[in-house]
């Protein structure tokens, strides 16, 4: 069964930097697509970035020069270095996956394996 553990999450103030981590296990696919999701409390599951194995990225408007993702294939983990982060990026993070994927589209129900999540909270 696939599983996803997420890592890296904690409390900042803002204008600080952190580094989420997932590693995925028994995931294996040369065409597949990763990507983080953060929901903030009230709100909706959103996307934040995504990367296709080839290394293609998608990232949201709203993180956009702030946020980067990327990856390291060999040891199937994909990370999202966070900068000049902001209380409105306070949300629990999550990452996903999914076997085969054209676009690394951030849509959660384009993602079929996800993680248990990973709080970020930064304060003012």
């Known amino acids: 069964q696939v599983q996803l553990m997420e890592s890296g999450g904690g409390s900042v103030q803002a204008g600080g930097s952190l580094r989420l981590s997932c590693v995925v296990s028994?995931?294996?696919?040369?065409?597949?697509?990763m990507a983080w999701f953060r929901q903030a409390p009230g709100k909706e599951r959103e996307g934040v970035a995504g990367?296709?194995?080839?290394?293609?990225?998608s990232v949201a408007d709203s993180v956009k020069g702030r946020f980067t993702i990327s990856q390291d294939y060999r040891k199937n983990t994909f990370y999202l270095q966070m900068n000049s982060l902001n209380p409105e990026d306070t949300a629990m993070y999550y990452c996903?996956?999914?076997?085969?994927?054209?676009?690394?589209?951030?849509?959660?129900?384009?993602?079929?394996?996800w993680g248990q999540g990973t709080q970020v909270t930064v304060s003012s």
């Open positions: 028994r995931f294996s696919y040369s065409r597949r697509c």
């Open positions: 996903a996956v999914v076997e085969s994927c054209s676009v690394p589209y951030l849509l959660t129900s384009y993602y079929k394996y």
């Open positions: 990367v296709r194995a080839d290394g293609y990225t």
